[in-house]
């Protein structure tokens, strides 16, 4: 998958070592000084030296160097003070969307959109499913139509974050109903300011809505915002979905109670009167199961690290999304009456999840995301067992037919 | 060193009863009509714990305020296994209602009082005039020592304080158990006496209140171990009805998710045609089937309360296997229902907060385990 | 299904009642007094009194009467004293190839078969399983071909009990293998003396052998011993198994401790050297799940009692497989030391199982049987989703391909 | 109120290394030659315990013998790394041979005797001449009090019981914890000088021996503290590395079962296509990786030996879920090779007996989770 950057080792053939690196990072920080540079003024400098993705091609804020070398700079950068781009903020456009328009994108459109993406100027999300298009991705209803030199596009998207702040997204749409569902799908990119484009936000079971739903009637797409060829949208949107996975299974070595044990082992510590024999065993059981993943999510990091990368990753989602879900269940009960008690309920719009400023009723509930957003644990426990264990697949009807002709 | 276990008593009717079955298609009917999810769903957030409409028609015209009380108080003369009934439809319907709180815990905590001035409060109950609160946290578990949060004086002034109450708020009297002069007692006391504060529940649909008393004029209504046994026997009651309630719940997660699973297709097929699904949702099937027979073992035991012990342990039975089993149904209702069990316009997400707020009210399934230990002669490891 | 007397509120019009019931037993008593009667002699006389199982025709050891007033006649007779049929021996005649007989067999073999089948003094077995065809029984491979007034039944049998001591045996093969699978099969009655008929222990893990393997070679049985008509096999089949099912999931009320949880129950009461806080826990969880068990039992039984039997027996063997896994378990593991240890691995031949009569090690290994033997945990699964639940059946293939094209 | 958690240090490498996979190349031919499981199964019900050609080459030849002994000794010098990967062949093959009792418990007890007379007998057993045996009950755990079974008088002559020794069959010496006149002390006893019975395993490929010694003369080999840290130490050793005996095990049933459902075919389907026994083989796959990474940081922690309180974590949490990984690893595969899987002639009860006596084997899941709960202070409830 060319320049998808998904694994660590690959980088351009340009031979830039850590020297040079170094060497433009304080080129960088002698021309624009953190202190009297603006933000949005050193980030596009930065961008323009190459230092915003090193193993970003030269001219698109790289440097065609080894992936590795980014600590370089992002250390370099950050010990002078430097900004940086808020990568949580702009997850999306850096994890999904950047990878893909560098590997399917026109020169055109990687010019236009690849620096102030990286920058946070211009904010992206992601349409891809659908309501009746959550596992089965591929069956998506979302229309686009060719109209002249533009595609009108008509549907409904959800689960999508940052839809109300972004101004771009990454649309797929089906262009061709009469083939196989994986044929006739289509990548774009939308602008989200079209006036066809209503964000509603989607209330979750916690309260609050960190995602929305996303009518789009009528939206004019100018076929130069295709992305790929036509029909080829489902190979695309693969390149951006492996991004995805790479990014939830990967991350790095963290310390011993990391994670949901946290709180409820912070809680029976604190507490003495809240212990009963039968939680204390639970806890126990829950305590072993969060450092045997946290052990098994090393062991894959060691993997990675010596460049031999094994199945393991697959199933670390599929571990935490339980153990997030048991001990947070395990947390209320052990909270009594406290565990009765909820935090508030009032409908607010969060950046980004976070599992640890709230509390154990919100845990509870926000974990029975866990096992379904980025893929469902049913769907991963196939992937594991067809793609690790080389288990058949089961009999697929769905793949030969026109879409138009698919039960729903 | 061999210790003999309990006799094995005769099982109690599990099924329903003709009666059970108008009783439940009457109540069925009712939350049909005014209780369907958009109206949970659309109560929730509003100032009013519950609707009273709901409540006139469920409580004073099919009289289920009344529904345990003794015809010669004015009430039914039901039997737990009727209110069981009763609280199997309102689980399924998560329906708001004051019966757990009014109809069940207070009215058995006054049934042990009647001799004193209790009549005048169940009749008015039963009636449907007004309802009443056990003030009691919603976690006291039967077998618990008598609380001793509120203190009464000689003149029988009531102070402290009491969290997590059940459907005090709207209610018209507060039965409170306190310590008095004497030892334990349980009072009767004008819900205006005292300060209620409404936290934010976990469960939306079932609001709790803290109680707050300072020298609240109290009426006594059981001292000594009256009061005691009168506490007892309505945390039994409630505790063990709570479970017809979960299962009630667990049933409708189940048929729901049964029924949208038969409904939805992706990749080509009907998601309940996807065999790992399948053996889910058998599963659940069987812990539903279960759940029933342990929660109409509860009812029945309650109902005949021969063997005191025996009722003890059909209840701690009831709540050990059918409280996660409504978490479990619940859990799985939400995950099968995919992305649409999250969001807060699916009913799913009601049902997992009752679901869960139900495992810890009236004792956890741990809770009731331990005190099985005792009850079966399976003790606890020593040291 | 004509006959197959699987629910117990059916029986005959013929009127009899409990009052002629006990007057037929008296009299039969008094003709032949259990004292100064041989056991043969005395059950046949049963037999042909109609006492045998009251709700068999008239002339076939029955009354056409209700099969509930076969209890009235048990009493009446086990009070004086009389033999019985010692009818664990003999549960596969009874329980599964006579209702079979008695619906589809012709009149000679009802009148042939029946009697000595119910007095013991010819054992039955049960010729259905084959290596190859467990779960999808109906991709046997055993064949019978037609030889003159003859078949010639060629194949293997595997999970047979009484093998070795039985008579004659109801047996299923393949007639003919260009038809879909479930159409080509035909049922017989196959004499276990036949010299090609090869019987062989079949050790299992926990040493013993109940079961058997039996190697059918060139043996030959008259079309007289068909049971239904050519290619009809696989439906006089289903009456076989529902009746076993029936007999599998049905049973009287127990009393509390009954069964696995008894043991170990005892053990924990007697050993409290032994007991540990996470121990005790499970102990109660399980003790919980037994007695749970034993009250939907008892509500299944209930039901029956007043005739509106429920789905909920499909469930009992499900709940009672994993039980039994559970506690023994446990049991094992609670007795430490002592759970390493096994009583004795000397192959015999036991006439039942006896859950009680060994120790732990036993019943641990035993009790991984009960997910398997009369129907997979995973084929009853499939079951109570389909037929209870209403869930669709999985997409098949293999119902409209001739046998022979299947893949295997 | 709040205590601090433990530090979290830096995780060991969870790799193999290539010397380690060598070691594992070399193990498994010898293994698979000589050991598969027809030979297994033939050998069981014999008076063999374990098959002498076998384990010379393994022992003697290939080294295995002294693998944890240092060469000044006449050993490898290898680490409790490359012990672990040979038991994770020798669990995958249900190997019968000696290696556990005597190149794991007691070499690693003897090293800890190593200024007394041990080194004698270290040579001995490292060249592969003899095999030694740590005269404990096979459930002996990490942090249990010193035994007090046998007594040893002034002259070092031994009395008493020990149950359920492993590979105490066959062997040439024990190394005998007992109650010596000055407190806990070790003590080598020739095998001859013991009267040992063998009891009928449960696990058919590893025999127990009960031993009684009568007055046998024993060789002080330590006492006092240095008695209690060998025995603490060949424990710890011992418990952490049977977690990867059982890696072994689990690795092979979760190997052969996923190939068995592969090639089988029901309902005209290879029976592996069925979802929901991918899903159930997709989540053994899960427990093993996980018990990979658990079983190799406890393989590290012994081998690196820095903080003795790691270790026994390490030690605990590795045993704590690769134990019952193993056992659901066994179970299933019993479960879906359905009816061949109960017989005698498949071998899979070879590894579900391997399986649950490993289970019990140097401490209970829940022991290990107990000690657990002292090492990452995590208190039991009080009372």
Request: hydrophobic share 45%.
């Amino acid at each position: 998958m060319p320049g998808a950057g998904g694994t660590g080792s690959t980088g351009g053939a340009g031979g830039v070592g850590a020297a040079e690196v170094r060497e433009r990072a304080r080129a960088l920080l002698a021309a624009c000084p953190p202190r009297t540079t603006g933000r949005r003024d050193f980030l596009r400098a930065r961008f323009d030296a190459g230092l915003a993705w090193v193993h970003f091609p030269a001219g698109l804020g790289g440097l065609d160097a080894p992936r590795a070398l980014q600590a370089v700079a992002d250390a370099e950068l950050a010990a002078a003070g430097a900004p940086d781009n808020d990568p949580r903020r702009i997850g999306i456009g850096l994890g999904m969307a950047a990878p893909t328009i560098l590997a399917y994108g026109t020169p055109e459109q990687r010019a236009r959109f690849l620096r102030p993406l990286w920058t946070g100027e211009e904010v992206w999300c992601q349409l891809f499913s659908e309501p009746g298009a959550g596992s089965d991705l591929a069956g998506l209803r979302t229309r686009a139509v060719r109209d002249g030199g533009d595609w009108v596009v008509d549907g409904q998207k959800v689960w999508t974050s940052s839809a109300h702040t972004a101004r771009w997204a990454i649309l797929i749409a089906r262009t061709d109903p009469d083939v196989p569902k994986h044929r006739g799908i289509t990548y774009f990119v939308c602008d989200m300011t079209d006036p066809g484009v209503e964000v509603r936000p989607l209330r979750q079971i916690t309260g609050e809505a960190e995602f929305n739903e996303v009518f789009l009637t009528g939206v004019r797409i100018p076929d130069a915002h295709r992305l790929g060829a036509v029909g080829d949208g489902w190979r695309v949107a693969q390149a951006t979905l492996m991004n995805e996975r790479v990014a939830i299974g990967g991350g790095s070595a963290v310390p011993r109670e990391s994670g949901m044990v946290g709180p409820v082992a912070a809680t029976w510590r604190e507490r003495p009167e809240l212990r009963t024999p039968e939680l204390h065993d639970r806890l126990l059981r829950l305590w072993v199961d969060a450092e045997v993943a946290r052990l098994t999510a090393e062991r894959v990091r060691q993997q990675m690290a010596v460049g031999t990368p094994g199945p393991e990753g697959s199933g670390l989602k599929l571990s935490m999304a339980r153990l997030n879900q048991q001990l947070s269940g395990l947390e209320v009960e052990l909270l009594g009456e406290q565990g009765l008690r909820y935090g508030d309920w009032t409908m607010v719009r969060p950046g980004s999840v976070d599992f640890y400023g709230r509390d154990a009723g919100y845990r509870y509930l926000r974990a029975k995301g866990n096992s379904i957003e980025g893929g469902t644990s049913e769907i991963l426990r196939n992937i594991v067992a067809e793609r690790v264990l080389g288990l058949p697949a089961e009999p697929r009807t769905d793949k030969d037919v026109p879409w138009k002709d698919l039960p729903r | 060193m061999t210790t003999a276990k309990r006799p094995s008593p005769a099982v109690p009717d599990l099924l329903y009863s003709e009666v059970e079955d108008d009783l439940r298609a009457a109540v069925r009917a009712v939350l049909a009509d005014r209780c369907g999810p958009a109206a949970v769903l659309g109560r929730i957030e509003t100032a009013e714990p519950y609707d009273p409409g709901l409540w006139k028609v469920l409580g004073a015209d099919l009289g289920l305020a009344g529904l345990l009380v003794p015809e010669e108080y004015g009430g039914q003369g039901a039997s737990a296994r009727e209110a069981a009934v009763v609280l199997e439809e309102l689980g399924g319907a998560v329906a708001p209602t004051p019966f757990l709180g009014s109809a069940v815990l207070a009215a058995s905590a006054l049934l042990g009082c009647a001799e004193a001035g209790a009549p005048d409060l169940l009749g008015r109950l039963a009636a449907g005039e007004v309802t009443a609160a056990l003030a009691v946290p919603l976690t006291a578990a039967p077998g618990d020592a008598f609380p001793q949060g509120v203190r009464a004086d000689a003149a029988g002034r009531l102070t402290g304080r009491v969290t997590s109450v059940v459907d005090a708020l709207g209610a018209a009297a507060l039965v409170v158990p306190a310590a008095g002069p004497d030892g334990p007692a349980l009072y009767e006391v004008a819900a205006d006496a005292a300060a209620l504060a409404a936290p934010v529940s976990l469960d939306l649909t079932r609001p709790l209140a803290d109680l707050t008393l300072d020298g609240a004029p109290g009426r006594l209504l059981a001292a000594g171990g009256a009061a005691r046994a009168a506490l007892e026997r309505a945390l039994l009651t409630g505790a063990g009805l709570l479970a017809s309630e979960q299962l009630g719940l667990a049933q409708w997660c189940l048929d729901e998710t049964t029924g949208y699973l038969k409904q939805r297709h992706q990749f080509g097929r009907v998601v309940g045609s996807f065999q790992s699904l399948k053996h889910r949702l058998a599963d659940l099937w069987l812990e539903v089937v279960s759940a029933r027979a342990a929660a109409r073992n509860a009812a029945g035991a309650l109902a005949a309360w021969d063997d005191p012990a025996e009722v003890a342990l059909a209840v701690a039975v009831a709540q050990a296997y059918v409280s996660p089993a409504a978490v479990h149904a619940a859990e799985e209702a939400v995950q099968l229902h995919g992305g649409i069990g999250m969001t807060w316009e699916h009913p799913a997400h009601l049902y997992l907060k009752r679901a869960k707020a139900d495992e810890i009210a009236l004792g956890t399934p741990g809770r009731h385990r331990r005190a099985l230990a005792g009850l079966v002669d399976l003790p606890a490891a020593a040291g």
